[in-house]
C-alpha cells in the first residue's frame, strides 16, 4: 500500500472520528434538558414521599430546646428517671416497641430522638459528635428537671451514654449499655456511601434515588430484625417512612463518619466511670461483635456486669424486654448502695 494511500485513509479516518464526538457532544447536549427533568422529577417525587409520609406518621412525643436545639421526646410513667438513647440509624420509636412501656411500669421512662434523627433537629453549622449529643441530651434533661437518671443506649446510642457517662459523672446514676459501640473497630470508619451522602447536590440526588427505590429493602430488613416473631406492623411502617428522609440519612452518614474519633478519644477513659454500669449483648450479634466491644468494655471499666443473651443478634431493644428491664433493675440498686455509702 503506497504512502499516499495510507495518508487518505488516515486524514479520513481523522475525519470520521471528529464527526463521531461532534455527533456524540450535540447527543449529549441535546439530551441535558431530559435529564434535568429526571432528576428535577426524582426529587420531586422523594419530596412527595417524604411530605406524605410525615403526614401519616406525626411526631408521638413532646419538644424541648436545649442550647437552640429542638429535640424530640417520649415520657411515659413515673418515678426515677430511665432515659432511652437509640442507635444509628434509628428512632425513639424503637424503644415504644417494648422496651418504653416496660420500663414506664416501674419509672419514669423518657425516649429521644437524637439530633437529626427521628424529629429532632440537628445543627447544620458543626458537626454532631457524640459528645455534642450527650451535651443536648443533658441539657435537656435539665429543662425537664429530670436529675440523676439511668441512661440506657443501644448500639452508636452507647456512645452517647458513654460520653454522657464521662462528661456528667456527677449528674448520672448508672448506665445499661445495649450492644454497645465501645472501641474503634474497621466497621465503625463509616463507608464511601456516607461520604456520598454528604456531598453538596451529589448527595441529594443519591438520598432522592434511595428513598424512592428502597422502600421495600427497608421494610423487609426492619421485619427480619424480629425473626422469628411477628413483626409490628405499625413499627415497621413507621420506621421505614421517617429513616428514609433526606435530614436523617445525612445525620446517620455524619455520625458513622465521626465515630472512631470520638471512640479513640473515649476508650481511654472508661476505667474512670464509677457509676454503675451493666452491659447487656446478642451473643450472635454480628453488627456490633461482643467481643470487640462488651467485652473488652466490661474489662475496661471497674465493677460493671456483662450479661450476655445466647442467640440474640443486634436489635436486642425490641425484642429483649427481660434481661434489659434486669439490668436496669440492678443498676438501680447499686446506685442505691453507692448513695448509701457516701453519707
Known amino acids: 500500500m503506497s504512502e499516499q494511500l495510507l495518508e487518505c485513509l488516515f486524514l ?24 434535568a427533568l429526571g432528576l428535577a422529577i426524582l426529587q420531586a417525587v422523594a419530596w412527595l414521599i417524604v411530605f406524605t409520609q410525615e403526614i401519616r406518621h406525626p411526631p408521638v412525643g413532646e419538644f424541648v430546646t436545649a442550647d437552640g436545639v429542638r429535640l424530640h421526646y417520649l415520657s411515659q410513667g413515673s418515678g426515677r428517671p430511665v432515659v432511652f438513647i437509640h442507635g444509628n440509624d434509628g428512632l425513639l420509636q424503637d424503644f415504644k416497641v417494648a422496651l418504653l412501656p416496660a420500663a414506664a411500669r416501674y419509672y419514669q421512662a423518657i425516649a429521644f430522638d437524637r439530633p437529626g434523627h427521628g424529629y429532632s433537629q440537628r445543627e447544620s453549622n458543626r458537626i454532631v459528635t457524640a459528645d455534642v449529643q450527650a451535651r443536648l441530651i443533658h441539657d435537656a434533661l435539665g429543662k425537664l428537671g429530670v436529675v440523676g437518671p439511668v441512661i440506657v443506649g443501644h448500639s452508636w446510642g452507647g456512645a452517647v451514654a458513654l460520653a454522657y457517662a464521662l462528661n456528667f459523672p456527677d449528674d448520672i446514676s448508672g448506665v445499661v449499655l445495649l450492644s454497645a459501640v465501645a472501641f474503634k473497630t474497621p466497621a465503625t470508619a463509616g463507608s464511601a456511601q456516607d461520604i456520598a451522602d454528604l456531598i453538596p447536590v451529589v448527595g441529594d440526588l443519591l438520598i432522592s434515588s434511595f428513598i ?17 416473631d411477628c413483626a409490628p406492623r405499625d413499627y415497621v411502617d413507621t420506621y421505614t417512612s421517617l429513616v428514609m428522609r433526606p435530614g436523617q440519612v445525612k445525620a446517620y452518614a455524619q455520625d458513622d463518619l465521626t465515630l472512631n474519633d470520638t471512640l479513640v478519644r473515649m476508650s481511654s477513659h472508661y476505667k474512670e466511670i464509677a457509676c454503675p454500669v451493666a452491659i447487656v449483648t446478642g451473643g450472635a450479634d454480628q453488627v456490633v461483635p461482643p467481643d470487640l466491644h462488651s467485652y473488652p468494655l466490661s474489662r475496661a471499666i471497674p465493677g460493671s456486669s456483662l450479661t450476655i443473651i445466647p442467640g440474640a443478634g443486634h436489635p436486642i431493644e425490641l425484642t429483649q424486654v ?15 448502695t453507692q448513695a448509701i455509702s457516701r453519707r
Open 322 to 336: 427481660e434481661p434489659i428491664m434486669n439490668a436496669i433493675q440492678q443498676v438501680w440498686q447499686k446506685a442505691a
Open 212 to 228: 424512592v427505590a428502597q422502600r421495600p429493602w427497608v421494610e423487609l430488613n426492619v421485619s427480619d430484625e424480629f425473626s422469628p
Open 12 to 35: 479520513r479516518s481523522q475525519e470520521e472520528q471528529q464527526i463521531i464526538l461532534e455527533q456524540a457532544k450535540e447527543r449529549v447536549l441535546s439530551a441535558l434538558p431530559y435529564m
